[in-house]
């Protein structure tokens, strides 16, 4: 049965990011659910992501049960998937979603799959640059 392929989305967008400042993490893995005939029977999954793994490049990683969410104004900091980077450089980010099940036959009750399945997302490239102030006179 395929599984949708994780997307790896980070914000800001476009690849960079700043030292000390939150980079947001997250990606889209709503529950769904299959149906199949076998044998004759119908057999019915619930897939769920279980857990999501974030490789962050710089040798540190997360593991969360959630997704992460898009930045909001209102959407208080305890949400996010986020990360701070303490140096400039260049690196690779990687997910891996776990995804588990539980399955019904012919309408019966639910009982999970042993075992769960890894997918893991294109990995990505993102530079962490460094912002340095810079005093201007102004008029």
Request: net charge negative; aromatic share 10%; proline share 10%.
């Amino acid at each position: 049965m395929p599984l949708p392929t994780p997307e790896l989305i980070v914000q800001p967008p476009n690849g960079r990011t700043l030292v000390n400042i939150d980079t947001i993490f997250r990606t889209e893995a709503a529950p769904f659910r299959r149906t199949v005939t076998l044998l004759g029977h119908r057999v019915t999954f619930d897939i769920k992501a279980q857990e999501f793994r974030w490789t962050l490049g710089d040798g540190h990683t997360m593991t969360t049960t959630e997704p992460g969410v898009a930045y909001a104004e209102q959407t208080p900091r305890s949400q996010y998937v986020a990360y701070r980077y303490t140096t400039a450089g260049k690196v690779h980010l990687g997910l891996t979603t776990v995804w588990g099940a539980d399955w019904s036959l012919d309408g019966g009750p639910f009982q999970p799959v042993p075992g769960t399945v890894q997918m893991d997302a294109p990995t990505q490239p993102l530079e962490i640059l460094e912002a340095r102030p810079q005093l201007v006179s102004y008029h």
